[in-house]
């Protein structure tokens, strides 16, 4: 019996240095058959010479620029598996992953099985990091979803995922004037209510972390955004499905939204302070989540290693170094939000390090910035 065909969408914008490794990884599938598509994005690198440069072996779609929802939707219309992956062109495949997720596949009540994802540096190196963190989720989710909106279940970005066909021809075209980013997070949401998820637990595929991230790179401002759009979006899904959910509407607005609300008010509180197109350490970013404060300057986790957040430093003389690393490759402010204020009583001698080599310009309940262009 001949088995299932099995569709990798690449999706590319102006990622050409990372896009060979990606369809490599696509095209290196221990399953076969497996049909490789690469949709360009309106690329304005080097990316569709690449895509030439493979001919028959990958089936290009080249598209003005649309933004990510765009490119999901036409990739798939081209496509014919019965299982689809959606690969983002700086990310890796392992060879086992669309094998494990079509065995999983094949029960007919399952409609999508996810992954953790390996954290890698710009030149595929391992990070020691599992993206997400947490467990991913698994079974029936339809009841948790309901009440926790999109904050149901968790679940893995666009490379940690495979589709069931009959469940995107379900919900696919998306609207692409609302996922020009994040469009994983679409499918991932309405996904409970059209069966069963399944998880595999080892890491199926490599995300790098690069100084292009988008995610990295948006503010909590705009993720805020993003997230009441997905709730409308939801709600408008289950209506049309006739889908009741009594008053869980009154109820999405969990730990999460609270959260992303409370890191727009820090923003907006510190955006006097520090000046646009400025780097600034954060402290204990982790606690912080991964978007930005400010719309118009970046943050640097603290400690940091290949802009990933990497934890507390053993000790004084370490944080001492590692600030001056920072503050020497150009950050111009030091910033303390309450989560990390037991920094200031723990790490004695780097407190008073700062403070009395630097001026401090705002302390209050909420935050403690030092403006490292000025001398105490």
């Not at 309106?42 to 089936?59: F, L, W």
């Not at 408008?236 to 999405?252: M, P, R, V």
């Amino acid at each position: 019996m001949q088995k299932p065909l099995a569709s990798i969408i690449i999706n590319n914008y102006n990622y050409g240095h990372f896009l060979p490794e990606a369809i490599e990884s696509a095209l290196n599938q221990d399953y076969q058959p497996t049909e490789v598509i690469v949709v360009d994005d309106g690329s304005t690198d080097n990316s569709r010479q690449i895509v030439a440069d493979y001919g028959e072996r990958i089936i290009p779609l080249l598209k003005e620029n649309g933004g990510q929802g765009s490119a999901f939707n036409s990739g798939f219309e081209i496509s014919q598996g019965k299982t689809i992956c959606f690969l983002d062109a700086d990310d890796v495949l392992l060879p086992t992953a669309i094998g494990k997720a079509v065995e999983l596949l094949h029960d007919p009540n399952v409609v999508k099985v996810h992954w953790p994802l390996s954290a890698v540096d710009v030149h595929g190196k391992l990070l020691g990091k599992l993206i997400p963190e947490d467990p991913l989720s698994e079974g029936d989710l339809r009841d948790a979803q309901i009440k926790g909106g999109i904050e149901g279940h968790i679940f893995s970005p666009t490379s940690g995922n495979a589709w069931s066909r009959s469940y995107l021809e379900k919900i696919l075209p998306l609207p692409e004037s609302r996922y020009r980013f994040n469009a994983d997070s679409y499918l991932a949401i309405l996904a409970p209510f059209s069966g069963s998820i399944k998880r595999i637990p080892e890491y199926q595929a490599l995300y790098r972390i690069h100084a292009s991230n988008g995610t990295s790179k948006r503010s909590y401002n705009w993720r805020l955004n993003h997230y009441h759009n997905e709730v409308a979006v939801l709600r408008e899904y289950l209506e049309e499905q006739g889908i009741q959910i009594d008053d869980a509407f009154e109820h999405w607005k969990g730990s999460y939204h609270q959260s992303l609300q409370s890191m727009v008010d820090l923003g907006q509180e510190l955006e006097p302070f520090i000046p646009g197109e400025q780097e600034y350490i954060l402290v204990d970013m982790n606690q912080f989540g991964q978007h930005q404060l400010l719309e118009n300057s970046q943050s640097i986790p603290f400690l940091e290693k290949n802009r990933l957040y990497w934890g507390p430093p053993t000790d004084d003389a370490i944080a001492i170094q590692e600030f001056e690393r920072l503050h020497g490759a150009g950050a111009s402010f030091i910033v303390f939000g309450w989560p990390a204020f037991w920094w200031l009583d723990y790490y004695i001698e780097f407190a008073r390090y700062l403070r009395t080599k630097f001026r401090c310009v705002l302390e209050n309940e909420r935050l403690v910035v030092f403006d490292l262009r000025i001398l105490a």
